[in-house]
């Protein structure tokens, strides 16, 4: 029997004072060495065996067990954990979910929430206790019809719950998936939205994941906020209400609604020291010099206000009553982005992560004075300019496409009218609610407030991950020349998290992604430069952070790479309408660019992340993409630019299909499909394509195949060499690698595909004399040799070749498109030449730190041997 040891550690690497709403991860597993998860358990650093839920997150071809999700209850964490083969023990305190046929009923023995399975209540109550402490929590938007600013009579919709699912039941982990749309008073339904409510044993906390696609008219629809809101029954006196308001690096703003401090009369510092830590104040009869019948003229502060509608500054403001003006109480810079209301018989805070990096965002309490306060936490506040996804400029005149072929060599930005949409893009957030039995210590608002900006998360260790995901190794600086490369890397990942912040690359929409060129002359990125803006994952950051991860466990790359997952996942690509499973090219607005291909939206982005912590939605969004050959009957990606184009139309029998940035993506889609639901439709039209790839004449140097929408297979006619210098830099080197160890492992049979993967990978670079000979031609058009010296590498270690290993690394130093020592050299630009100090690295483009750091890793991974 196969030993299972898989060593779990925390991401920042130090137990966190609390696991709030308890932890998911994802461990992998060699093939046929576990059939069922539930022979795992965990133990602890000291060896003790803890409480664990384990399930399958993705299974092997043979129907073993590849990656396992496991899941911790809430309490105090160890340092660290380890998954082990064999029993453990049962929970001392379980989840229970009830089901009946109008709700969803969760007892996390720390807490009680019912979910509705229709109506407007997506969380009916919660309740601690025999006390219910929140109740009707909805989703709240508003709309108008113009862009400005104040219009009268926006249109106010609420979130109508229309299915409720329970997805996991427990013992330690339950998950419970809602679905419903925002419906106007006027009967409108418009922005769908999915709620995965995250419920962990032994937790108050419970977490929210949100997301929404926007699915309305640019010219018309202008989102003027959008909420989740709960209603706070309120109980004890006025002077024993609470409010809490998380300002910037875990201060926060403590008040009552009647306060009892720094009154001309002082009631006693018992009374001020209890009102201000949130307990009962003594009886008002013992108040000292008559502040108690005096205390009827002190005002009730009813409202509350936060807001940040930038990523450098908040305020903070409250009033009396609606009719009254706003007092300002506080200013600062990055709210933490939570907020409390409640009383000495029960209370809710909510919290939203990226709370600053999101704006514009806001939190809200109001009617604090009365039996039923609301908190309100905001996604884009009411306050801001209303959201306007129209297209940025008018078109210029771009009719045909030859008139935008010609401006795209001018702006690199490939127009095309009606194609610039945001209908169908979605953004998803992350939440927690906590509900409390009375008003806590500010310190513990604070350890909840810190867990909800950087959530804890386990991840096995980098030697754990080894030989999974990709072609990588471990960091090795004994050898100098190794060293300078790990530099390289490092200088790479340290660039980027560092111009996040340098260049506020924030916003709602715009959280997560990174810019794609850079404009030495401006010293800014190309941010309204056409196609040189928002990179929209080309040419692969996506696996070039999360391979980074996987061989490093560095936490601020974690962080990085999963929030251009949230990013690329949901506003890249396209979750509604006609181009529904397409992704968008980089542009000035991440939706602008009219090419729309599954080079973008392609699970070889997502996979690493969902496999990492078992996260439901991503999960969702690689499986919505099972279909996505389909849209290639629907938009065909290189309709501006095929020889053909006169005479070309899509045909279900015979759709043109790339085998570079276009199967990968399916081979991509169909794999994630196959190994996490076992769909057999996904499974033969990935191992039928393979097979047909390595029966064409020419194999991966066809470069376009005939694709029968229905058979799912290629036509294994076409004898012709094309070649695209894009074609491996989407994904297509990673997943060919995977595929390849399941042909080596006899888990799939595929005759040829790996001997067309590997004369790709072997001629791509070669001498034309080299080409000539096996292709019959030298292809034209080998371009990113830099890029594609992995590719060589990939040759080289498969066939035991050094003479190709030196090869690679003669191409890989000779450098990527601008990649000079200028590219891994920062300089200081200081006002008034910026606004503000900036570092630029004056050469470097997104397109080639990817690649470059993709193919570092995996050089040095199968011929570092031969590095010289």
Known sequence: MTTVDVPLRWLDDAAPDLALAGVTCGVPLAPGAVADPAELSVVDDT??????????????????????????????PADGYRVVRGPGPAPAVRVHVAETADAVAVDTGAARITLSRTGTDLVRSIRIGDAEVAASGRLVSSRQDRPEPDVPGRAHATGHVTACEVEQDGPLRAVVRVTGVHREDSGRAWLPFTVRLVFAAGAATFRIVHSFTWDGDPERDFLSSLGLRFTVPLRADLHDRHVRLAGAGGGFLREAVRGLTGLR????????????????????????????????????WADYTLRQPNANGYTIRKRTAADRPWIDAAQGTRADGLAYVGDTAGGLALGLTGFWQSHPTGLDVRAADTDAATLTLWLWSPDAEPMDLRFYHDGLGQDTYADQLDALEITYEDYEPGFGTAHGIARTHELTVTPYAATPPVAELARLARGTALRPQLAAAPEALQGFLGDWDLPDRADPKRAALEDRLDFLLDFYIGQVDQRSWYGFWNFGDVMHAYDADR????????????????????????????????????????????????????????????????????????????????PAYRRVHYLLTGDEHTRDRMLEQRDSDATFLALDPTRKVRADAATYRPERGALAVGLGTDWSALAATWLAD?????????????????????????????????????????????????????????????????????????????????????????????????????????????????????????????????????????????????????????????????????DEARTLSTNDAAQCGLATIQNLALIGHRLR
């Open 674 to 838: 196959w190994e996490i639901t076992g769909n057999e439709r996904s499974r033969d039209r990935l191992v039928g394509t393979m097979r047909d790839i390595g029966s064409l004449p020419k194999g991966f140097f066809t470069g376009e195949a005939l694709y029968d929408l229905d058979k799912g297979r290629f036509d294994t006619a076409r004898d012709r060499v094309a070649l695209s210098h894009l074609s491996a830099v989407f994904g297509l080197v990673e997943v060919c690698s995977e595929l390849v160890s399941l042909i080596d492992a006899g888990l799939v049979d595929a005759p040829g595909f790996k001997d067309a993967w590997l004369q790709y990978c072997r001629l791509y670079l070669a001498d034309p004399e080299a080409q000539r000979a096996e292709l019959g031609t030298a292809p034209a058009g080998v371009h990113l040799e830099q890029a594609h010296s992995r590719l060589t590498a990939y040759a080289a270690h498969r066939l035991g070749d050094d003479e190709l290993a030196d090869r690679a690394w003669r191409a890989y130093f000779a450098g990527g498109e601008f990649m000079g020592e200028d590219a891994f050299r920062t300089v200081r630009i200081l006002p008034p030449e910026v606004l503000a100090p900036v």
């Open 523 to 602: 010293h800014t990125w190309r941010y309204d430069v056409g196609g040189y803006a928002w990179d929209n994952s080309e040419l692969s950051p996506d696996l070039w952070l999360w391979t980074s991860f996987l061989r490093t466990g560095r936490a601020d790359v974690f962080r990085l790479a999963e929030r251009m997952t949230r990013h690329t996942g949901d506003v890249d690509v396209y979750h509604a309408g006609p181009w529904r499973g397409l992704g968008t090219r980089h542009n000035v607005q991440h939706w602008g660019c009219s090419a729309k291909q599954v080079r973008i939206s392609t």
């Open 47 to 76: 060896g003790t065996p803890v409480p664990a839920q384990t399930w399958r997150l993705a299974a092997w071809p043979d129907g073993s067990v590849k990656w396992a999700g496991i899941a911790l209850g809430a309490g105090e």
């Open 265 to 300: 009369r002082d009631p006693g510092a018992e009374v001020r020291a209890a009102q201000l830590d949130g307990r009962p104040v003594p009886d008002p009869s013992s108040w000292d010099r008559d502040v108690e019948p005096l205390s009827r003229w002190i005002p009730a």
